[in-house]
Each structure stands twice: as structure tokens, then as C-alpha cells.
Nanobody, 114 residues
């Protein structure tokens, strides 16, 4: 069973940075594309970044140039570096496979506010 545990969120000022981590278990992590998703209050969950098993990355427009996704297959971990944060980045951030598994982690809250 897929298990995903996100961490690293918090309160950041506009222009600040955060690094999110996701520890994955229960499946062969290295074989799957991973994604970071986010859900802002009152909005649908959206995909913000993906990384293939081989390390190819893609970003939604909202994160291009500001977010960086990376992974370590030996550690079953994927990260999302958030830079130049904006108030509109406020959301709960989740990691999951692409397409997502039915099991989601608890997410990690990112709040961007002065």
C-alpha cells in the first residue's frame, strides 16, 4: 500500500523560501513519476510539478522559475523547493504518484503572508 508523508511546510513571508519533503513507501518508488500537488482553500487540487523516474522535470505555469522538484531514489524521497513565494502559493501541498494513487498523505500546509 502506498504511503506518503509530507513535511517542511510552514509560514513564509512573500519572497521567502521553503523546502518540502515527501517520504514514500509501500511501492517501488524508483519506477514511478512523482508529483507535487496543492490545494488552496475553496479550490480544486492542482498539479504543480512532476519528476520522472529518470529525473525529467515539468512544472505548471504557477511554479515555473520558482519551484524546483527533485528526488533521491535511494532514499525514496522527493522534494519541492519553493522560492520567491507569493500569497497565492498558500495551500496544502501533497506528493503523490502521477497519476495519483488513491492513498494521499496528510499534506503539509504552506502559508505565505507578511
Amino acid at each position: 500500500q502506498v504511503q506518503l508523508v509530507e513535511s517542511g511546510g510552514g509560514l513564509a513571508q512573500p519572497g521567502g523560501s521553503l523546502r518540502l519533503s515527501c517520504a514514500a513507501s509501500g511501492y517501488r518508488f524508483s519506477a514511478y513519476t512523482m508529483g507535487w500537488y496543492r490545494q488552496a482553500p475553496g479550490k480544486q487540487r492542482e498539479l504543480v510539478a512532476t519528476i520522472s523516474s529518470g529525473g525529467t522535470t515539468n512544472y505548471a505555469d504557477a511554479g515555473k522559475g520558482r519551484f524546483t522538484i527533485s528526488r533521491d531514489n535511494a532514499k525514496n524521497t522527493v522534494w519541492l523547493q519553493l522560492n520567491s513565494l507569493k500569497p497565492e502559493d498558500t495551500a496544502v501541498y501533497y506528493c503523490n504518484l502521477l497519476p495519483p494513487d488513491r492513498n494521499w498523505g496528510q499534506g503539509t500546509q504552506v502559508t505565505v503572508s507578511s
